[in-house]
């Protein structure tokens, strides 16, 4: 149980804008939230994707931290942790993954019953749940349509965490369905081809993708940057 219990708490360190809301990174994060609600000018974006072209760019923790800073500004947040193959949202803000998305989708519980709270007012997670042999057919179901449905009646903003684009089609069954797309490149670490590659694929699922979220990348200041699509 230990090498668990020092996973739980490495990862939840990552939650810098709930743990320093003032720093320079958590500074960063909000200027993603307001670049997010000036791509907004004729469509509300409350469904919002996170994704990345291979595993180990961040796209998790990018996600975790927007969440925070979202529910920060007074917004009902769901972060839905849709990577049924990798997930860690339930590490990262300390929850349990007994239950979660795999519960609601194979009708063994509702939403309402599955999300949990967690110690950010505003927040709730749904963590990805037991996970199955087969995600993309889940994913793209009528269940996981109903559900978005609902999430977005329910809650200002809904964002989903989707496994790596370069690596399974999971993300590219999603993307269509969101109001916007946001991909994490690692800086050092992505090659431009896979980006490309990436980009590419997403747009060709019709994805609105709005920008693209450089991690890593240090400067004397912060280790994220946000783009937004030319």
């Given at each position: 149980?230990?090498?668990?219990?020092?996973?739980?708490?490495?990862?939840?360190?990552?939650?810098?804008?709930?743990?320093?809301?003032?720093?320079?990174?958590?500074?960063?994060?909000?200027?993603?939230?307001?670049?997010?609600?000036?791509?907004?000018?004729?469509?509300?974006?409350?469904?919002?994707?996170?994704?990345?072209?291979?595993?180990?760019?961040?796209?998790?923790?990018?996600?975790?931290?927007?969440?925070?800073?979202?529910?920060?500004?007074?917004?009902?947040?769901?972060?839905?942790?849709?990577?049924?193959?990798?997930?860690?949202?339930?590490?990262?803000?300390?929850?349990?993954?007994?239950?979660?998305?795999?519960?609601?989708?194979?009708?063994?519980?509702?939403?309402?019953?599955?999300?949990?709270?967690?110690?950010?007012e505003n927040l709730h997670v749904l963590p990805s749940g037991p996970i199955p042999p087969n995600p993309?057919?889940?994913?793209?179901?009528?269940?996981?349509?109903?559900?978005?449905?609902?999430?977005?009646?329910?809650?200002?903003?809904?964002?989903?965490?989707?496994?790596?684009?370069?690596?399974?089609?999971?993300?590219?069954?999603?993307?269509?369905?969101?109001?916007?797309?946001?991909?994490?490149?690692?800086?050092?670490?992505?090659?431009?081809?896979?980006?490309?590659?990436?980009?590419?694929?997403?747009?060709?699922?019709?994805?609105?993708?709005?920008?693209?979220?450089?991690?890593?990348?240090?400067?004397?200041?912060?280790?994220?940057?946000?783009?937004?699509?030319?």
């Amino acid at each position: 149980m230990a090498p668990k219990k020092h996973k739980t708490h490495n990862t939840r360190r990552k939650l810098i804008s709930k743990l320093n809301p003032m720093s320079p990174i958590s500074e960063q994060f909000r200027t993603i939230r307001t670049n997010i609600s000036f791509a907004s000018v004729d469509k509300e974006m409350r469904l919002l994707m996170v994704t990345s072209s291979g595993p180990g760019e961040g796209k998790s923790t990018v996600l975790a931290n927007l969440a925070v800073v979202f529910a920060q500004q007074g917004k009902k947040v769901l972060l839905i942790d849709a990577d049924l193959r990798r997930p860690t949202a339930h590490y990262t803000f300390g929850l349990t993954n007994t239950f979660g998305l795999t519960t609601v989708l194979t009708k063994q519980g509702s939403l309402n019953e599955t999300i949990s709270k967690t110690e950010v007012e505003n927040l709730h997670v749904l963590p990805s749940g037991p996970i199955p042999p087969n995600p993309a057919e889940l994913l793209s179901s009528r269940m996981m349509t109903e559900l978005l449905k609902k999430a977005k009646e329910d809650y200002h903003v809904v964002l989903l965490d989707t496994p790596p684009v370069l690596a399974v089609t999971d993300a590219q069954v999603l993307t269509n369905q969101c109001d916007g797309t946001i991909l994490v490149v690692s800086s050092g670490k992505a090659e431009v081809e896979e980006v490309k590659k990436t980009k590419d694929l997403l747009l060709s699922a019709n994805s609105n993708l709005l920008g693209v979220v450089l991690n890593n990348r240090k400067t004397q200041h912060t280790h994220y940057y946000y783009y937004g699509k030319e």
